[in-house]
């Protein structure tokens, strides 16, 4: 059972990038959680929100961004959705400095990042239709 749940949209500009960060920190605040996990969260939201306004929307700034969070329990759940070009191989995406954008100078880590620092991160994409990354974590027991 969902304890709390929240949904934002914003467009698809760089700087909103920070305001999805600082929205999920604030949003799991109620959580009590370590600064660890803050950091934690707000890396791998970044990397979702980056990849849907570089990757998913290719810089088009007249689309949107959606976010969603949800806490069960001490359980995060985030998703971000674009409705951009899509992932045409999810797996090679996946792999660590891999990039379908190398113009940009792009490291290729997105993906690595949020496996890093999330419990899970499902990818779910279909070419020209856009993309959903699902991304949970547990948060530590209070003490």
Not at 101 to 111: A, K, N
Not at 129 to 137: D, E, R
């Amino acid at each position: 059972m969902i304890d709390n749940k929240m949904k934002i949209e914003f467009m698809s500009r760089s700087e909103n990038e920070s305001f999805a960060r600082v929205a999920v920190a604030s949003f799991v605040l109620q959580l009590d959680p370590t600064m660890d996990e803050i950091s934690d969260i707000k890396t791998a939201v970044s990397e979702a929100v980056t990849n849907a306004i570089i990757h998913g929307y290719e810089g088009d700034t007249s689309k949107t961004v959606k976010m969603e969070c949800s806490i069960e329990g001490r359980n995060v759940t985030v998703t971000v959705v674009d409705e951009g070009v899509g992932i045409e191989n999810i797996e090679r995406a996946r792999e660590p400095l891999y990039t379908s954008r190398p113009d940009l100078e792009r490291s290729g880590m997105g993906f690595t990042m949020m496996e890093t620092f999330m419990d899970s991160v499902e990818v779910y994409s279909e070419k020209g239709h856009g993309t959903k990354i699902v991304m949970k974590k547990a948060f530590k027991a209070i003490s």
